[in-house]
């Protein structure tokens, strides 16, 4: 049995161990002072492919961008909240992501900006994305075609907002 975790298996093709070696040689965000991390943080995309046929836009209510496929649905929308441990990224570094989800998802994907850790504690990343959500649903998105979504603690934020915006009666 082979395994493709590991890089310097014979199964993995010369291309992919240079890869997981460019990969190695990057320093660690962890491990930087914030400062640095978050300028580390606007390249994350950087090995991302540029979606086709998705039109950008800003979406300035909520400091953040919309990312539209062509011909999506009418009536599906994604809020999509980007990780970062709370302290790292925003809207431009998860752009090409939200691209792609908006490509298979065929709708409109938002990504609204939130207030980060530690110049803004919990809850401002919290009541910031319930504001997108509201303001998603204000713009006439149907809760019901609306998905929210996020990658790492973008995803913990996500189950979060569903849960603040039923608590607060807000439509599902």
């Known amino acids: 049995m082979t395994s493709t975790n590991n890089p310097q298996d014979t199964a993995v093709s010369k291309q992919a161990r240079r890869f997981w070696a460019l990969l190695r040689s990057y320093p660690k965000q962890i491990e930087m002072p914030l400062a640095e991390a978050r300028a580390a943080d606007t390249r994350s995309e950087d090995f991302t492919s540029e979606p086709v046929n998705v039109t950008f836009a800003p ?89 929210i979504a996020g990658d790492s603690a973008g995803g913990g934020l996500a189950v979060s907002t569903a849960v603040v915006a039923r608590d607060r009666g807000l439509p599902r």
């Not at 925003?90 to 998802?105: I, N, Q, V, W």
């Not at 994907?109 to 980060?116: A, D, E, G, N």
Request: hydrophobic share 45%; no cysteine.
């Open 59 to 147: 979406a300035p209510k909520v400091d953040g961008l919309w990312a539209e496929p062509q011909g999506f649905e009418r009536g599906r929308t994604i809020l999509y909240l980007y990780g970062g441990g709370f302290g790292l990224g925003s809207p431009d570094t998860r752009r090409k992501t939200a691209g792609h989800l908006a490509l298979a998802a065929q709708a409109r994907v938002l990504v609204p900006s939130y207030r980060l850790a530690p110049e803004h504690p919990f809850p401002a990343a919290l009541d910031d994305a319930v504001r997108a959500y509201a303001w998603i649903l204000a713009q006439g998105a149907e809760a019901g075609g609306t998905v």
